[in-house]
């Protein structure tokens, strides 16, 4: 690791902890004095990461990994060294604190800011550390899991399920797995299922005796998943409240448990853990809201995103196929919205209800379910783009948290590195991708010859 000293316009130097394996882009340092002219007032600068990503065959695309806004959840558990840069009279007084190791701990400092000055961290959008790839060792959790401070003493999980008592077969056997320190209460939400469906979910549910307490009960309307939610909700008895899908299953044994801890956190409005589908495909790596872009909707989704997956962090929101609230708070924010968002957007709506009052959504990435989307519920993409936009019409101020958690974004071109190396590669990736495009206007221009019609341009 490197330690460099930037000069800044206002004459305070800044400290960068340079790490040869994740270069900078070209002229950082230029950047950064730039970046500290225009805002003399900030102590802190940080920068978002850019990695190479496969996307077709063996082609290399570029992309931009924009970083949540700094928080010391999770700064307590990655290295930031390399894409920030602090400035020298504050790493000397937190040295002499006693709250940084040396007077260059960079990332510890950073952690320390991100609670006490959150408004004097300034981002460098035109500075990228290289990372490589997104399975990069510098998106892995450092160290053991952070642990929440209170333990949920009675939990309470709300299934709904119709018919297939295969896939509730598998959700309760998520739950005989699980290692817990508190009263498990399981109410089951039946919705026009079959006699013998049921039948089958009782008699699946019968293992559970001695470890839960189980409840049934019938909603015998057309579905309506927040209406049977919020019938789960008001029956329950727990302090927190877990929604499950019945295509859900917990794969580590303490995910309930966890889960459900970090729900009761003051200000914590859902705590959802790493979602995992067929082949331990990532489904869920939290969510991410994007800017409008030209004049396009704003955008909500699950991550499906690599880096710091392993991490507990803030998030938008998370995935209500496996999600605790605590009970009081799910009474604060208020139900599900049964006339709008029946299914699907209802979880999205219930974060943003809770994030405009002040609450902070969490992701649990030390613990995992399996969920494959689209088992219990079938879905038109005509549907979900006409309910995005009536989201999006009900909450104009989505993008006021675009930056809560992360988002990886292609990027148009690929960018200019100082050190040699990186520049060999890259020069390689845009002679591939420039060979490529050459090799596609060949066959175009071939097939048009062929056809005796001229080639477009």
């Not at 190791?101 to 300034?122: C, N």
């Not at 209406?227 to 929604?243: H, K, T, W, Y």
Request: aromatic letters at 6%; charged letters at 25%; proline letters at 5%.
């Amino acid at each position: 690791m490197n330690i460099i000293e930037v000069q800044l316009p206002g004459g305070e130097p800044v400290v960068v902890e340079w790490n040869p394996k994740y270069p900078l882009t070209a002229k950082w340092d230029r950047r950064l004095r730039e970046a500290a002219g225009k805002d003399e007032a900030a102590v802190a600068f940080t920068w978002d990461d850019a990695f190479l990503r496969r996307t077709r065959g063996l082609r290399l695309d570029p992309f931009r990994l924009a970083w949540p806004r700094p928080h010391p959840l999770l700064l307590a558990q990655v290295d930031c060294r390399g894409r920030c840069a602090i400035a020298k009279s504050v790493l000397q007084g937190l040295h002499q604190e006693g709250r940084i190791a040396s007077a260059t701990d960079t990332a510890g400092a950073l952690r320390i800011l991100a609670d006490r000055m959150p408004d004097r961290i300034r981002q460098v959008p035109e500075i990228l550390r290289l990372t490589w790839a997104e399975g990069s060792p510098a998106y892995r959790r450092t160290g053991a899991a952070p642990t929440p401070s209170r333990t949920a003493t009675r939990i309470s999980v709300v299934i709904n399920y119709r018919d297939r008592p295969d896939l509730m077969q598998e959700c309760i056997r998520g739950l005989m797995r699980q290692a817990l320190r508190s009263e498990l209460e399981v109410l089951l939400i039946d919705n026009q299922s079959t006699a013998e469906s049921v039948a089958a979910v009782r008699a699946a549910c019968k293992s559970l005796k001695g470890r839960a307490s189980v409840r049934h009960f019938t909603y015998a309307e057309p579905f309506n998943k927040s209406a049977q939610d919020n019938l789960g909700a008001r029956e329950a008895s727990g302090e927190v409240i877990v929604f499950l899908n019945n295509d859900a299953e917990m794969l580590d044994v303490g995910c309930l448990q966890t889960i459900s801890d970090w729900a009761l956190e003051p200000d914590a409005l859902a705590a959802g853990p790493r979602v995992l589908g067929d082949g331990d495909r990532l489904v869920s790596n939290g969510v991410f809201i994007r800017r409008a872009v030209g004049g396009a909707t704003p955008l909500i989704r699950e991550n499906e995103a690599k880096p710091l997956q392993e991490t507990i962090r803030l998030s938008a929101g998370v995935s209500f196929c496996c999600a605790a609230v605590a009970k009081a708070t799910f009474e604060r924010i208020g139900p599900f919205d049964e006339q709008v968002f029946k299914s699907q957007y209802n979880d999205a709506d219930f974060w943003l209800r809770g994030l405009r009052l002040g609450f902070s959504n969490i992701y649990v990435g030390s613990v995992s379910c399996r969920h494959e989307p689209g088992q219990s519920e079938a879905r038109t993409k005509e549907k979900t783009a006409a309910l995005l936009v009536r989201f999006c019409e009900r909450h104009v101020d989505l993008a006021d948290y675009a930056d809560i958690d992360l988002d990886v974004v292609k990027l148009k071109a690929i960018p200019e590195f100082a050190e040699r190396g990186p520049r060999w590669l890259m020069q390689g990736a845009r002679l591939w991708r420039k060979g490529r495009a050459r090799l596609v206007d060949a066959r175009r221009l071939g097939v048009s010859l062929v056809r005796g019609v001229a080639p477009s341009t």
